[in-house]
């Protein structure tokens, strides 16, 4: 079975809903960071001996450690919008039972509770994964890997993806506010490959990211490490453009026009102390198409494991 075919077919299908509905509106987009490295770009570190820019490659260092605590972050004007991030990473070296962790979080870092929107490639039980994995501001966490049995369930034909040692990977995470819903897309940057992607449901709005962070807070295990360099990072939020009223001159006889607003309800705010995994939930909008994609690539999937 030609796999990377129609794996893709099933990223474009999971990925619509967060095409489709923003094209439809005046979506005004806005780089909130961006670094190639070129320069030293100061970001602050509890370990500056494995977080560090190096200014001969040009890229930044990372050797994560479990049981060190350790990070490096740089803080960023985030309010809750819909956002693309996207950057470059390369493994040298990476251990069993190590990861390198990055994405957005709150002033905590910690990739086990909110709130966080973190990748990861990851060194454990089930291979060299890639990971996505968000938890809201109530500890609600939804999550998925490149692992078969994660974002293929019971279908046939499926394979896990692992991660490459000395290859540079470009990953993009993207959160839509309005369908509420992630997705990360994973390509081997030197040959434009696209390796895996997928998305996770998002129960709730989220707040409280303030900060573009490399993190192993939570990570009790010591001893191993992984270690590589980022490059080429880039933060886009993306904001609805509200549009202008225009003005109507009065005509005789002139005309009533009633104007209708619907309140959204509000949900209410839960308190939890630790994440809470919980299967994936119906998306807000465009339900219908998804089911229809999704159906049909399980057809295809079933007919391609029979020939």
């Not at 990473?89 to 929107?117: C, Y």
């Not at 309140?263 to 705010?269: A, H, L």
Request: charged share 15%; net charge negative.
């Amino acid at each position: 079975m030609h796999w990377s075919r129609s794996f893709l077919v099933l990223f474009l299908a999971t990925c619509m809903a967060g095409l489709f509905l923003p094209a439809m509106a005046d979506v005004q987009s806005t780089i909130v960071y961006s670094t190639d490295f070129t320069e030293n770009p100061g970001w602050i570190t509890n370990s500056p001996s494995r977080y560090f820019w190096d200014s001969s490659l040009g890229m930044y260092h990372f050797r994560t450690e479990g049981g060190t605590n350790g990070y490096s972050y740089t803080p960023i004007k985030y309010d809750g919008q819909s956002f693309v991030l996207d950057y470059d990473v390369i493994i040298l070296e990476s251990q069993p039972n190590s990861a390198f962790r990055f994405g957005l979080t709150s002033t905590e870092m910690d990739f086990t509770r909110g709130t966080t929107v973190l990748s990861a490639l990851e060194n454990g039980k089930y291979g060299k994964l890639f990971t996505l994995r968000v938890i809201d501001q109530n500890n609600q966490m939804k999550e998925t890997s490149s692992y078969y049995a994660s974002y293929c369930g019971e279908l046939t034909g499926c394979r896990t993806v692992e991660f490459q040692e000395n290859t540079t990977y470009h990953v993009t995470i993207r959160y839509n506010k309005e369908l509420r819903n992630a997705d990360i897309k994973v390509v081997k940057k030197e040959t434009g490959e696209v390796v895996f992607g997928y998305f996770v449901p998002v129960s709730r709005e989220l707040h409280f990211l303030d900060r573009l962070a490399i993190t192993t807070k939570g990570d009790y295990v010591s001893g191993p490490y992984s270690e590589g360099y980022l490059d080429n990072v880039e933060l886009v939020v993306m904001t609805t453009a509200t549009p202008t009223p225009s003005s109507t001159p009065t005509t005789t006889p002139s005309t009533s026009v009633t104007t209708t607003t619907t309140t959204v309800p509000t949900t209410p705010t839960e308190t939890a102390t630790s994440p809470t995994p919980t299967k994936a939930a119906p998306l807000p909008a465009l339900l219908p198409a998804i089911s229809l994609g999704v159906s049909g690539i399980a057809v295809f999937l079933r007919m391609k494991g029979r020939t």
